[in-house]
């Protein structure tokens, strides 16, 4: 027995090592490493309960795109993101990619995860795929960056440009990514987001290391306050001590370092 709970699995892939707690209250926390950062916590039949901040965060960045009708997922974890858009978003698609099929396995098995018609996984290496799925999606998420291992080929300029290239005229990236104090990369990825794109949003996660950008293939025309009474519209279940989400354009962020941008 761990401190955050009884131990349900605890494997090696050919990618990670898998471990999956579940604590007194029926959650269950999936990790890539003993004492790693949490990836996902799931409570079975609930795929409406966010217990990680950066979750609810990174969902009202679908303000900036109108009725998205294509979601990609890069990243399945315990598979809480795509099982939340497939709810609340009933008319989407949504495709999921994941590189690592023990993680799809441990979903399946251990977290309530089951595809649908409108809900499929697809076993691959990301950039593989976002390489061979050009101008599909209304929204493309980023959900596989670690604390302790960012996929580098994932981080490129010539990555991103791919990525635009695979989104509808419309069209938005969201990225959960570790902040400056976790991430020596950070103003980096900022600096290559805001090369490949037209516009960049950051959101800011309370209470945790990560920012949530959000990409965009068009100038935002929107007020602030408009784009914040769209947030609040998400249909996402809120704590009554849930803040507003605090956001801006990346052209009021400080950038400190050299300027340049991540390339192959």
């Known amino acids: 027995m761990r401190a955050d709970g009884k131990i349900l699995v605890s494997r090696h892939s050919g990618f990670n090592r898998i471990v999956l707690t579940e604590n007194f209250e029926g959650l269950r926390t999936l990790r890539f490493s003993d004492s790693g950062p949490c990836q996902s916590i799931v409570k079975l039949g609930d795929p409406e309960h966010l217990a990680l901040a950066y979750t609810k965060v990174l969902v009202q960045g679908f303000a900036f795109v109108e009725n998205p009708k294509r979601i990609l997922v890069l990243g399945l974890g315990g598979g809480t993101l795509p099982y939340l858009f497939h709810?609340?978003?009933?008319?989407?698609?949504?495709?999921?990619?994941?590189?690592?099929?023990?993680?799809?396995?441990?979903?399946?098995?251990?977290?309530?995860?089951?595809?649908?018609?409108?809900?499929?996984?697809?076993?691959?290496?990301?950039?593989?795929?976002?390489?061979c799925h050009q101008g599909c999606y209304d929204v493309i998420v980023l959900d596989c960056f670690g604390a302790e291992f960012i996929p580098q080929h994932l981080l490129t300029s010539e990555f991103l440009k791919e990525v635009h290239n695979s989104l509808a005229p419309g069209g938005i990236a969201v990225a959960n990514v570790w902040g400056r104090t976790d991430n020596r990369l950070y103003e980096r990825m900022l600096r290559t987001y805001r090369a490949e794109f037209n516009e960049v949003f950051v959101l800011d996660v309370p209470g945790a290391g990560t920012k949530v950008f959000v990409a965009l293939t068009f100038h935002e025309g929107r007020t602030h306050a408009e784009l914040l009474e769209r947030m609040l519209a998400i249909p996402i279940r809120r704590s009554p001590l849930d803040a507003p989400v605090r956001f801006r354009n990346s052209d009021h962020e400080t950038l400190q370092d050299d300027g340049s941008v991540l390339r192959d």
């Not at 709810?87 to 251990?110: G, H, K, S």
């Open 87 to 131: 709810t609340i978003f009933q008319n989407a698609q949504v495709d999921v990619v994941e590189i690592d099929p023990d993680v799809l396995a441990v979903a399946r098995e251990f977290c309530g995860f089951v595809e649908s018609e409108r809900l499929r996984v697809h076993l691959e290496d990301a950039r593989d795929f976002i390489e």
